[in-house]
């Protein structure tokens, strides 16, 4: 997988691919992520990428040009399945949206500032608009990388333990039941005996019942869906 993301601000984005997870996916191949300054796609010497809105407002607006620019040339290099606009008003990111997305080969991510982007961009380059919740952040940087880290950790590879993914939090709309690690015993507090017990069956039977109480308690609006 290839994800092209344009920024006026790549240096926001270049520390969640230089670290752990996502880090060593690209180390090893198995998704390449190029940043673009969207400054570099202007003409003139303020390198302006915002403007006054039309009609009047407070907030300045991304241009159009620029992006065209940007996007038009990466689209003369190869095929994009999406170009995703990470927006506060997009549809807002599940995990069903990632295993979708987790399956493009190309993709462009466009990151939004001020008051978005002029709605010609929305209208002309964009197949997808995603949200990653209803609040309002001061970019879509942050939003991308997030977006990206959902998205690449489900590339085959590159989580160490391939079934580890499938057994998410959300994968089957159900919270992930309580886990545990050593000592079996810690200030009194003891890890639930069935779990030490061996019986493999069993264990898998209590935790699916902890997924479901979990769910019902936590989360009822996904066992609805
Ligand atoms: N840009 C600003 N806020 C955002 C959000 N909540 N999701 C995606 N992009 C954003």
Redesign the pocket.
């Known amino acids: 997988m290839r994800i092209d993301i344009i920024t006026v601000l790549p240096e926001l984005l270049k520390s969640p691919f230089e670290a752990s997870i996502l880090k060593r996916a690209i180390e090893k191949d198995l998704v390449e992520v190029h940043l673009h300054n969207l400054r570099d796609y202007t003409t003139g010497n303020y390198k302006q990428v915002d403007d006054y809105q039309f009609g009047g407002g407070a907030g300045m607006v991304m241009m159009i040009e620029p992006i065209d620019k940007c996007i038009s040339q990466l689209k003369s290099e190869r095929e994009y399945d999406e170009v995703i606009y ?3 008003d ?1 549809k807002t ?1 599940n995990q069903g949206m990632a295993n979708e997305i987790s399956m493009k080969k190309n993709i462009i991510v466009l ?2 500032h001020y008051k978005g982007v002029d709605q010609r961009v929305r209208d002309m380059f964009v197949t997808r608009e ?11 940087e942050l ?2 990388a997030i977006l990206c880290d959902a998205v690449i950790r489900l590339l085959p590879g590159v989580l160490n333990d391939e079934t580890s993914a499938l057994t998410d939090t959300f994968q089957d709309n159900l919270l992930a039941p309580p886990v545990y690690t050593r000592p079996a015993e810690y200030k009194g507090m003891e890890v639930p005996k069935i779990l030490l017990s061996g019986n493999f069956p069993k264990i898998e039977k209590w935790r699916e019942q902890q997924a479901l109480e979990r769910t019902q308690e936590r989360r009822p609006d996904l066992l609805e869906k």
């Not at 995603?130 to 879509?140: E, K, N, P, T």
């Open positions: 990470m927006t506060p997009g990111l990151c939004g995603i949200s990653i919740g209803d609040y309002v952040l001061s970019g879509g939003a991308a």
